[in-house]
């Protein structure tokens, strides 16, 4: 299942984001059609070493992730993880309401991994979908950003001299 964004003025703001789901997506119709009516891009994987390949071949914002016995072996989600720092994770079901793989529960919006319980409203997972689509960009914004002025740093401090002018440095900023 894939999906393309649709123009829809309530993702204006941030965008249509790119949402990985990872599992059964039979279990969340309601969910995942109202993420798709607001715009976002969704796309269904069968298991996380897919979610990774997915992940290799473009940015993803979001992955949706069924907290169940079959994921709770952390290793391919630690390597999407290290793959794509921004990458915001919500950990959905009971075993995410009970706790089991709610290391993040009770997070704010800008914690890569969260807890969800599966009995949210399709309207209350929607707006947290997009609230991590928000805090994804933000974090590669940022990331960008200390990357540039790492850079500039590098290039003032260059040893032999050729600096030059710090309008130069300062006008891509």
């Given at each position: 299942m894939e999906n393309t964004p649709a123009s829809n003025p309530?993702?204006?703001?941030?965008?249509?984001?790119?949402v990985l789901a990872i599992g059964d997506?039979?279990?969340?119709?309601?969910?995942?059609?109202?993420?798709?009516?607001?715009?976002?891009?969704?796309?269904?994987?069968?298991?996380?070493?897919?979610?990774?390949?997915?992940?290799?071949?473009?940015?993803?914002d979001v992955v949706l992730v069924a907290a169940e016995?079959?994921?709770?072996?952390p290793a391919p989600l630690e390597q999407l993880r290290r793959l794509s720092p921004c990458t915001r994770m919500l950990l959905i079901g009971d075993r995410a309401e009970r706790g089991a793989n709610a290391r993040a529960a009770g997070a704010s919006s800008d914690e890569p991994v969260r807890a969800?319980?599966?009995?949210?409203?399709?309207?209350?997972?929607?707006?947290?979908?997009?609230a991590?689509?928000?805090?994804?960009?933000?974090?590669?914004?940022?990331?960008?950003?200390?990357?540039?002025?790492?850079?500039?740093?590098q290039r003032i401090q260059d040893p032999r001299g050729s600096s030059g002018d710090l309008r130069q440095f300062i006008e891509p900023l």
């Open positions: 309530s993702t204006s703001a941030t965008g249509a984001g790119q997506a039979a279990r969340w119709p309601d969910w995942l059609e109202a993420l798709v009516a607001e715009g976002h891009r969704v796309e269904v994987v069968p298991d996380p070493r897919s979610a990774f390949l997915r992940s290799v071949e473009r940015v993803i016995p079959a994921f709770d072996a969800r319980a599966s009995t949210l409203a399709a309207s209350a997972f929607v707006r947290e979908v997009r991590s689509v928000q805090s994804a960009r933000v974090a590669r914004e940022r990331r960008e950003r200390i990357s540039q002025l790492r850079s500039l740093v």
